[in-house]
């Protein structure tokens, strides 16, 4: 191996990098192409298609569903990144608090993100249960209802149903992220800030937040990147429905791409979810560079 | 981090009810959210069908606990292969997408070759790539290539979604490591193979440990092409298996649903747990980075 010809940096990079590059070109870089080529044509399940040009888009925002699909997407991505900033962050300053028991608590608080979503979802089909509901016989027990609800059965519950089992399962994620942003923060600002007679509330707003926002902005990216892309939850749950109320982009494609058969058209549908990722992409590209940037890191 | 250096110096300060209201009863909230579904698994396997299915009974608890859920799950249906490709398809996608990264890694990193730096950006892009957005296209090549309804349809395509995350973890461990021992091992006449085998990867033994944990919970958990690329019921991986097989009609079998949802839920949470600081740090480290 002592050859000059393996001492090449280049020769050398090349050969390590080749089993992630074949991989990766072969299952990622080629479908993404060959999708946004679908996208563009009629091709069906056992049938290659023929290129017919913007027609897929055309059919998809004349369609009702696919634009209510999108208005979904839009709602559950919104509430459910709002929410599970604002209970990730509340949750990751109780965990960076003076806690008996610490690291067992912070432990077991990431267990709804390690477990399979699609098998916590069946927990919570069974939890949103029209007759057998849990939370049902809890308030009705209470006297609060008189009648149990059907969390999945009616167009805006379920909307939200769906949204509150998404933000059981992201908020661990974002608080322990958020968490480990807050341990960086060097508790001298919180000790002259208090003696400059600062109170929590300005100490929050000043020091945590301020020296926190870069974090928050990688990690809102992840979380808006997964919840915009969505697809098991929505899939055990309800399967989009009822009345395509749940339908998300993922799952509507899904639907009509691979049961229905509709291969373009299924991939015309993923392909309109790219305008919004990348949005989120670049997002998170600032936000790394003025990270990078308040360390005194210059170009990286 | 320990106690000691934690952001709450003042905090004696507090009075112990104050502390009760802004502390403790929020954490309790939290926790029982969060634990709840789970504890609500382990209720609903365990109860036989009369007590599951009767609105009297006080549901948090059971009167009767009965295994026959796991029995029907284990000897009456094919959980236990669900179960025995779900495991072989984590480890091998897992000890794959490690084995490239490790490669890639090292040389984005260390030998720092022409066009390093952008083939570091686009492996970053490549992991905000979602699988939800790839299923469609994918399809057809896994069809193209004769892999459909075969376990290695998953095997070689779950490290797409791994071997971003994996190098770029593994990106970040390397960098810590001093390049004096690089350059001592080249001086005494190492090659470059001996010195990422013998030095850099004994030095990166918990980056390689919090990215294979990581990596094997990404593929237990994965859905999508799962559902998409496997028809067959026997090779089915565990999530999905129980979805779309547990499922006859319009009966639901909660019990059983549960049980499964259980025994799926309880290999990576048991993992988990003996690698906690691993798995936090993968976790935190791929956002920091």
């Known amino acids: 191996m002592n050859s000059s010809f393996f001492d090449n940096k280049n020769t050398l990079g090349l050969l390590f990098m080749l089993p992630a590059g074949v991989l990766l070109l072969l299952f990622l870089t080629y479908p993404l192409g060959l999708g946004t080529w679908l996208g563009f044509t009629d091709a069906k399940i056992g049938r290659a298609g023929e290129w017919i040009g913007i027609e897929n888009f055309q059919f998809l925002i004349g369609d009702s569903v696919a634009r209510l699909s999108l208005f979904n997407t839009l709602f559950y991505t919104t509430v459910a990144s709002v929410l599970k900033f604002v209970l990730g962050l509340w949750l990751a300053l109780i965990l960076n608090r003076r806690l008996p028991f610490k690291s067992f608590i912070r432990a077991i608080v990431l267990l709804p993100f390690i477990v399979p979503t699609a098998l916590s979802a069946i927990a919570f089909w069974w939890i949103y249960d029209s007759q057998f509901s849990v939370v049902s016989w809890t308030l009705s027990k209470m006297g609060l209802i008189d009648r149990y609800i059907d969390f999945l059965g009616e167009p805006w519950l379920a909307r939200l149903s769906v949204t509150a089992a998404n933000i059981w399962r992201g908020v661990p994620f974002v608080a322990i992220s958020l968490l480990a942003g807050l341990q960086t923060i060097p508790p001298s600002l919180y000790e002259a800030s208090s003696i400059d007679g600062a109170t929590p509330w300005q100490q929050f707003w000043n020091v945590t937040l301020p020296l926190l926002t870069p974090i928050i902005a990688v990690v809102m990216t992840f979380s808006v990147l997964f919840t915009f892309t969505d697809f098991q939850l929505i899939y055990v749950l309800t399967r989009g429905g009822p009345l395509n109320a749940t339908h998300l982009m993922a799952t509507l494609a899904f639907q009509r791409g691979i049961p229905g058969g509709a291969l373009g058209e299924g991939a015309a549908l993923a392909m309109l979810m790219v305008p919004f990722l990348l949005a989120a992409i670049m997002f998170s590209y600032f936000g790394l560079q003025r990270r990078a940037w308040q360390q005194g890191g210059g170009d990286k | ?289």
């Not at chain 2, 399809?139 to 095997?155: E, H, N, P, R, T």
């Not at chain 2, 006859?248 to 049980?259: C, F, I, P, S, T």
Request: hydrophobic share 55%; proline share 6%; charged share 15%.
């Open chain 2, 1 to 289: 981090m320990s106690d000691k250096t934690d952001a709450a110096g003042m905090e004696y300060l507090q009075s112990l009810p104050r502390r009760w209201v802004t502390l403790y009863i929020p954490l309790g909230v939290f926790m029982f959210v969060l634990l709840f579904p789970f504890y609500w698994m382990v209720m609903t396997s365990f109860k036989s069908n009369e007590e599951l299915m009767s609105k009297a009974a006080n549901p948090f608890w059971i009167v009767k606990p009965t295994l026959d859920h796991f029995e029907k799950l284990l000897f009456r249906t094919e959980y236990p292969q669900w179960l025995w490709n779900t495991i072989l398809i984590s480890v091998l996608s897992t000890f794959i997408s490690l084995f490239a990264a490790v490669l890639a890694a090292y040389a984005i990193e260390r030998l720092r070759f022409r066009g390093s730096r952008q083939v570091g950006l686009s492996i970053f892009f490549a992991y905000l790539v979602p699988p939800s957005i790839l299923f469609i296209p994918l399809a057809l090549i896994v069809f193209k290539l004769g892999l459909f309804d075969s376990v290695w349809a998953l095997i070689l395509t779950y490290p797409t979604f791994l071997i971003p995350f994996c190098t770029w973890l593994l990106m970040g461990y390397f960098r810590t490591i001093p390049y004096e021992l690089e350059e001592c091992a080249l001086i005494d006449g190492a090659t470059r193979w001996q010195i990422l085998v013998k030095i850099m990867l004994p030095l990166a033994v918990p980056g390689l440990i919090s990215a294979g944990i990581f990596a094997f919970t990404l593929s237990w958990n994965e859905f999508i092409y799962a559902l998409t690329f496997i028809s067959s019921s026997e090779n089915k991986t565990v999530p999905v298996g129980v979805i779309t097989e547990l499922v006859e009609g319009d009966v639901y079998h909660w019990g059983a649903l549960m049980a499964g949802a259980l025994l799926g839920s309880l290999p990576v949470a048991i993992l988990y747990s003996f690698f906690v600081e691993y798995y936090v740090s993968g976790m935190t480290g791929a956002v920091k980075e």
